[in-house]
């Protein structure tokens, strides 16, 4: 309470992701079953939530192959408050006691279409996850957490997952741009808030990661398969990913750019504001407009939601 845990080494504190009671979003795939199985490696309990259960089951069946009793599946529409109140309320009845770490993860890919193009229903439906799934999440969590941290009796953390689209600003993309720029935000801001509480909020804002999100997104179909490309080639592993963030949680750390090309974009934007706008201009011209009358596509992410 009186911030002396800072006064301990950072070698010999308890790491947050250590023996935690944790709930993982948009867990039964990608980037989230990494988190689920990381965290479950590092002697914790996890909550697999996802709103396809059979999903979230096989994430589960991972786990309890080498950790067994340390993971359950949990049916959960982030984007709807009132099932994240219920995850939670789930959480703390089975630990029997308050949720340590929070990993808001769970997301939506859309994009190849430009403002103006783009349609509500298609912002209504990604913003609804990728946006307010996180905002439920930390709403929900955070004075749990708070709760549960004060006076040194354990260690928090909140994770939310957010991409480098938030700061890139690549054309086509805007809704997805638009969600990840607000989960930015919104955890820049919690780490203000919750700064001395002994809850860590880390965003992770990764450039490609080897998912299946532009497959299963509201993706044109020539910007999946460039994505799928660029994944293949360049994108880390969601393993990979996982330890990183879960390590930089430990350390306190807000910001994780896990890749070089992350860095690179970040810096390029702050020192080069001017010329980064123009050369992205180029690159809208340059890229191929798609008929957006006949590219909408019917994803497995309209009902996995992750």
Same mark, same amino acid.
């Given at each position: 309470m009186f911030g002396f845990e800072r006064l301990i080494p950072i070698g010999i504190r308890p790491r947050r992701s250590h023996g935690a009671r944790a709930v993982v979003t948009g867990a039964g795939s990608g980037i989230g079953r990494a988190f689920a199985l990381e965290i479950a490696a590092r002697g914790g309990q996890v909550i697999c939530a996802d709103i396809d259960e059979s999903r979230a089951d096989e994430t589960v069946a991972l786990i309890e192959r080498n950790h067994p009793g340390a993971a359950h599946a949990f049916r959960c529409d982030v984007s709807r408050h009132e099932e994240v109140e219920v995850l939670a309320r789930f959480a703390e009845s089975l630990f029997e006691r308050p949720v340590t770490l929070v990993v808001n993860n769970a997301g939506v890919g859309i994009g190849g279409k430009r403002v103006?193009? $783009?349609?509500?229903?298609?912002?209504?439906?990604?913003?609804? $996850?990728?946006?307010?799934?996180?905002?439920?999440?930390?709403? $929900? =969590?955070a004075p749990r957490l708070r709760a549960a941290c004060g006076g040194g009796?354990?260690?928090?953390?909140?994770?939310?997952?957010? #991409?480098?689209?938030? =700061?890139?600003?690549? /054309?086509? @993309?805007?809704?997805?741009?638009?969600?990840?720029?607000?989960?930015? #935000?919104?955890?820049?801001? @919690?780490?203000?808030?919750?700064?001395?509480?002994?809850?860590?909020?880390?965003?992770?804002? /990764?450039?490609?990661?080897?998912?299946?999100?532009?497959?299963?997104?509201? $993706?044109?179909?020539?910007?999946?398969?460039?994505?799928?490309?660029? @994944?293949?080639?360049?994108?880390?592993? /969601?393993?990979?990913?996982?330890?990183?963030?879960?390590?930089?949680?430990?350390?306190?750390?807000?910001?994780?750019? /896990?890749?070089l090309d992350a860095h690179l974009i970040w810096w390029l934007k702050r020192y080069f504001p001017a010329q980064y706008t123009y050369a992205l201009g180029l690159l809208n011209r340059l890229l191929p407009q798609e008929n957006s009358s006949s590219s909408d596509r019917t994803s497995a992410s309209d009902r996995t939601g992750v």
């Amino acid at each position: 309470m009186f911030g002396f845990e800072r006064l301990i080494p950072i070698g010999i504190r308890p790491r947050r992701s250590h023996g935690a009671r944790a709930v993982v979003t948009g867990a039964g795939s990608g980037i989230g079953r990494a988190f689920a199985l990381e965290i479950a490696a590092r002697g914790g309990q996890v909550i697999c939530a996802d709103i396809d259960e059979s999903r979230a089951d096989e994430t589960v069946a991972l786990i309890e192959r080498n950790h067994p009793g340390a993971a359950h599946a949990f049916r959960c529409d982030v984007s709807r408050h009132e099932e994240v109140e219920v995850l939670a309320r789930f959480a703390e009845s089975l630990f029997e006691r308050p949720v340590t770490l929070v990993v808001n993860n769970a997301g939506v890919g859309i994009g190849g279409k430009r403002v103006g193009e $783009i349609g509500f229903a298609d912002w209504n439906w990604a913003l609804g $996850i990728n946006l307010w799934g996180v905002v439920h999440g930390c709403e $929900i =969590f955070a004075p749990r957490l708070r709760a549960a941290c004060g006076g040194g009796r354990d260690r928090g953390g909140i994770i939310n997952v957010a #991409s480098a689209a938030a =700061f890139a600003a690549a /054309p086509s @993309m805007a809704v997805y741009n638009t969600s990840k720029a607000a989960v930015l #935000s919104l955890s820049e801001t @919690m780490a203000a808030e919750l700064s001395g509480t002994g809850v860590a909020v880390t965003v992770l804002c /990764p450039t490609f990661v080897k998912t299946n999100v532009a497959r299963d997104g509201r $993706i044109t179909p020539q910007s999946a398969r460039l994505a799928d490309t660029l @994944m293949r080639l360049t994108g880390f592993s /969601p393993e990979r990913v996982a330890r990183t963030t879960l390590d930089a949680n430990d350390r306190g750390q807000l910001y994780v750019l /896990p890749q070089l090309d992350a860095h690179l974009i970040w810096w390029l934007k702050r020192y080069f504001p001017a010329q980064y706008t123009y050369a992205l201009g180029l690159l809208n011209r340059l890229l191929p407009q798609e008929n957006s009358s006949s590219s909408d596509r019917t994803s497995a992410s309209d009902r996995t939601g992750v």
